[in-house]
């Protein structure tokens, strides 16, 4: 075992000795989820539809180079490094979860083949650890439907090239990686209900209604905003 393996170990024993376990945070009574696996550190599921859904517990904070108070700061910070990644960053919350700060993120990559794949994400951020929940959905099928209809409306209403690429794209600063554009937004969803993306947002706002926080976890000192 290396050093940082007995230090995960020792921090997930400390955490225990508290009663905070990876069952300390709990969504299981969502519909349609199936469990797959199970262990200390995670535990994933997977939907009737196909989707994939993790639970992962954190022993150890995580670090935000920008307080989460500034949330300009906090979705610029993150746009950038998910780009890096070759990722594009679609939306990102900061709001609470009985009481502690949670970062609600969705982001797109492409996929090997084509089309592209969409994750969906809930970070419970506690001062000495952290939960993170995790949907994964991808395009199947025809791809770039939902793309192609909005940016045929935003052609439409701009003359020139330019004038469409500045309304429909923001664009990240690596010119490599998936870039977030309109038909991303949210109002697009209900014209889309079975896309990955309208997926990940109903994913979340099912998550707010079902998630049931231990109070090990409630009691806990939050991560500084």
């Not at 989820?33 to 196909?50: C, F, H, M, Y």
């Not at 970062?103 to 994750?119: N, P």
């Not at 697009?188 to 976890?217: A, G, N, Q």
């Amino acid at each position: 075992m290396g050093k940082d393996d007995l230090k995960d170990q020792l921090l997930i024993i400390a955490l225990k000795d508290l009663g905070i376990s990876i069952d300390s945070v709990q969504f299981a009574d969502m519909p349609g989820l199936n469990l797959v696996e199970k262990d200390a550190r995670s535990i994933r599921w997977q939907t009737d539809e196909g989707d994939i859904v993790f639970l992962l517990f954190i022993p150890e904070p995580i670090q935000n180079l920008v307080p989460l108070s500034d949330i300009s700061g906090v979705r610029e910070e993150y746009k950038e490094m998910v780009a890096q990644q070759g990722a594009a960053m679609i939306d990102l919350d900061i709001l609470p979860y009985s009481g502690i700060p949670c970062m609600e993120m969705i982001s797109k990559t492409r996929m090997q083949t084509m089309g592209m794949a969409y994750a969906a994400s809930a970070t419970l951020l506690l001062r000495d650890f952290s939960f993170n929940i995790a949907f994964h959905s991808q395009e199947r099928g025809v791809t770039g439907f939902r793309d192609a209809i909005v940016a045929d409306k935003f052609l439409a209403k701009y003359a020139s090239t330019q004038e469409f690429e500045a309304a429909f794209y923001d664009r990240s600063l690596n010119p490599e990686a998936a870039q977030r554009n309109r038909s991303d937004d949210q109002c697009y969803d209900v014209d889309f209900p079975d896309h990955p993306l309208s997926r990940c947002r109903k994913f979340l706002r099912d998550l707010r209604t079902h998630i049931i926080i231990m109070p090990e976890v409630r009691n806990a000192k939050p991560c500084q905003m």
